[in-house]
């Protein structure tokens, strides 16, 4: 098996204002977990995935493996109470033959198998790869709502999901991360903190994360736009 892929998806819908979890809402009809399976199943090398969803919605995700109709196993797992809980959850039911393990979140509906793929042949080359983006807003610090200090985006990139690693650095950052109890944002921040090497794979704005109400309006004209090719 040359990669596994965890596909994260026991966010709450608390700031999107939905009655259940992020991953089942739907996009144009279509739950966004629904969505993530698909780019994953679109990408050649993966051989197994994990999904990890809140307690009691096991029988919901499986209902979307099966409506997917993917031709290779998929292990669903409650998650835990932060992102970094349930990947690490997760991780730990992915095969021990994986060379690489991609992360995904359910919430970026509209990653592409070629990006994923992409992630996946850089992780190979360097040890970690993430999806980004570079800022193109001006920044600002704030201090007390006023402005203090303009900051120069030269350099900064947004860090988006997928994200890929060698299944044994991966592994080791998580478990240094639990011992040490050290949190991050995402999985690329707990390989750098183990001194791991990331590099960047550039992506576009269209995958985007669904968080707000507003960014549901975008996804369904995204998901539209898409349907219309």
């Not at 991780?91 to 060379?99: D, F, K, M, R, Y």
């Not at 707000?212 to 090719?229: E, F, G, H, Q, Y």
């Amino acid at each position: 098996m040359r990669a596994s892929a965890i596909i994260v998806a026991a966010g709450g819908g608390t700031r999107l204002g939905a009655n259940g979890p992020k991953a089942f809402v739907r996009v144009a009809g279509r739950a966004m977990l629904s969505y993530s399976l698909e780019a994953i199943a679109g990408t050649s090398e993966i051989g197994e995935v994990v999904v990890a969803v809140p307690a009691g919605f096991e029988p919901q995700a499986r209902a979307q493996v099966d409506a997917a109709k993917l031709k290779l196993p998929v292990k669903i797992t409650p998650g835990g109470r932060e992102r970094q809980d349930s990947v690490r959850i997760a991780l730990e039911l992915v095969s021990a033959e994986a060379e690489v393990v991609v992360v995904h979140d359910a919430a970026r509906p509209f990653a592409p198998p070629e990006l994923v793929q992409a992630c996946i042949e850089a992780a190979r080359r360097e040890g970690a790869a993430i999806a980004a983006v570079p800022v193109s807003d001006t920044l600002k610090r704030v201090d007390g709502g006023a402005v203090v200090a303009t900051v120069t985006r030269a350099g900064l990139w947004q860090a988006q999901t997928p994200q890929a690693f060698r299944r044994d650095l991966l592994v080791a950052a998580h478990r240094r991360a639990a011992e040490k109890k050290l949190s991050a944002t995402d999985d690329a921040d707990l390989v750098e903190q183990a001194g791991g090497k990331v590099v960047i794979v550039e992506t576009s704005g269209v995958n985007i994360k669904v968080t707000t109400p507003a960014d549901l309006l975008i996804a369904a004209a995204v998901a539209a736009s898409i349907r219309k090719r």
